[in-house]
């Protein structure tokens, strides 16, 4: 088991090995640190759903246990509110979770999908456009810079 000595909030980056490491002393790290069993209990759904949706293969039953480990997250993850830890669940990889059951179905397993590309593409797309800004007004000056990118690499292309 990898050891945390200065905590997870300080890591800056996370890899697949991190997570994963994380995943195995996640659930007992929140056993007794709270007195409300609904932390602990989203905290195990959540990484249910994360297990299950790992497997290499699935049938009927698995993605009944998957869909069931993400109702459960959702019927607890008010906690997290109720003890202000966090504002609102709106967040798109919380979102993204609603459509696994139909994409495994439609799809199948989904070992090999990530966010890798999206978080590229946000790097290429927003970071480096907001960068370029005076970060003044920086949506047009984003846009505009996008589409003299744009502009530059059809060029290249003739």
Request: with cysteine.
């Amino acid at each position: 088991l990898r050891h945390f000595k200065e905590g997870i909030s300080k890591v800056k980056q996370w890899t697949g090995a991190d997570h994963k490491q994380l995943q195995r002393i996640f659930v007992s790290s929140l056993v007794g640190t709270t007195p409300h069993q609904d932390v602990v209990k989203a905290g195990r759904a959540l990484l249910n759903f994360i297990y299950i949706a790992q497997y290499q293969s699935h049938t009927d039953d698995t993605i009944l246990a998957l869909q069931q480990a993400l109702n459960d997250f959702h019927d607890l993850k008010e906690i997290f509110v109720e003890l202000e830890c966090r504002d609102h669940f709106n967040i798109p990889k919380f979102h993204s979770l609603l459509h696994y059951t139909d994409t495994i179905k439609k799809l199948g397993s989904l070992d090999g999908l990530n966010t890798e590309n999206s978080e590229r593409l946000h790097i290429n797309y927003a970071k480096k456009a907001y960068v370029k800004s005076n970060h003044k007004d920086y949506t047009i000056q984003m846009t505009k810079w996008l589409q003299r990118q744009e502009a530059v690499i059809w060029f290249k292309m003739f």
